[in-house]
C-alpha cells in the first residue's frame, strides 16, 4: 500500500519561511492534500493539490509537487506564532473512494 | 450546520468493557471514516462506508465494528476494550463530489 513519510519536527523564528515536506510511494497518487491540527483539535484541511499541477499558491502557501520524486512540499511565509500546529500530508489514488493516506505529521513550533 | 460532531469527547475504560463512539454529520454527506491517531503514528484508518448499509474495512480494524443504518450516523464499536486500543479517535465525512474531509474534533480513549 501506499507510504507516506515526513519528518517528525520543524522548529522556525517568527518571520521567517516553513517548509515542510513529504514523500509518498504510489506514484498514481491523484490528490495530494496538507492538513493543520491544531492542539486538541481535528484536523483541517489547509490545501490541497492536483497531479497535474506542479505548485499552487494560497496567500501565504505555496505547494509544489515533484511527480518524479513523489516529493510534496508546503511553505508558509513568514510564519507566525500561530501557525505552529502539527500538519499532516496525505495523498490518495484516483477512484471513487478518495480515500487518503496520512503521514505521521509535522510539528512546527514558532519561536518569537 | 454543526458538521461533524463526536461524543463523548473523553472516555475512560476498564479492559474487558464494551462502549459505541458516536459520530454524526448533517451534511448529508456519504463518505465516512473512522481514524485513529496515536504519538508519531499520524492517522490510520480503521474502518470507512461510502453509503448507507455500506462498510469497508481500513488498515487497523481489528476490534472495532461498525455500522451505517443512516446516511448521518456512523458508530464504531468496541466489544471487548484493550489498553492498545487507548488512543484519540476521529471522524471524517466527505460529499461523494468533494475533495475534503471534514473531521470531527475527535474522543480521547483511556483503556486501563
Known amino acids: 500500500g501506499e507510504d507516506v513519510e515526513q519528518s517528525l519536527f520543524l522548529s522556525v523564528r517568527e518571520g521567517d519561511s516553513s517548509v515542510i515536506n513529504c514523500t509518498y510511494t504510489d506514484s498514481s497518487s491523484t490528490y495530494l492534500y496538507w492538513y493543520k491540527q491544531e492542539p486538541g483539535a481535528g484536523l483541517q484541511l489547509l490545501t490541497y493539490?492536483?497531479?497535474?499541477?506542479d505548485m499552487k499558491q494560497d496567500q501565504r502557501l505555496t505547494v509544489l509537487l515533484n511527480k518524479k520524486d513523489k516529493h510534496l512540499s508546503l511553505r508558509i511565509a513568514d510564519t507566525q506564532t500561530g501557525d505552529s500546529a502539527i500538519y499532516f500530508c496525505a495523498v490518495s489514488p484516483p477512484g471513487g473512494s478518495y480515500i487518503p493516506t496520512f503521514g505521521r505529521g509535522t510539528s512546527l513550533i514558532v519561536h518569537p | 450546520n454543526a458538521g461533524v460532531t463526536q461524543t463523548p469527547k473523553f472516555q475512560v475504560l476498564k479492559t474487558g468493557q464494551s462502549m459505541t463512539l458516536q459520530c454524526a454529520q448533517d451534511?448529508?454527506?456519504?463518505?465516512m471514516s473512522w481514524y485513529r491517531q496515536d504519538p508519531g503514528m499520524g492517522l490510520r484508518l480503521i474502518h470507512y462506508?461510502?453509503?448507507?448499509?455500506?462498510?469497508d474495512q481500513g488498515e487497523v480494524p481489528n476490534g472495532y465494528n461498525v455500522s451505517r443504518s443512516t446516511t448521518e450516523d456512523f458508530p464504531l464499536r468496541l466489544l471487548s476494550a484493550a489498553p492498545s486500543q487507548t488512543s484519540v479517535y476521529f471522524c471524517a465525512s466527505r460529499s461523494s463530489g468533494d475533495y475534503e474531509q471534514y473531521f470531527g474534533p475527535g474522543t480521547r480513549l483511556t483503556v486501563t
Open positions: 493539490i492536483f497531479s497535474n499541477m
Open positions: 462506508s461510502v453509503g448507507a448499509g455500506i462498510t
Open positions: 451534511m448529508n454527506h456519504e463518505y
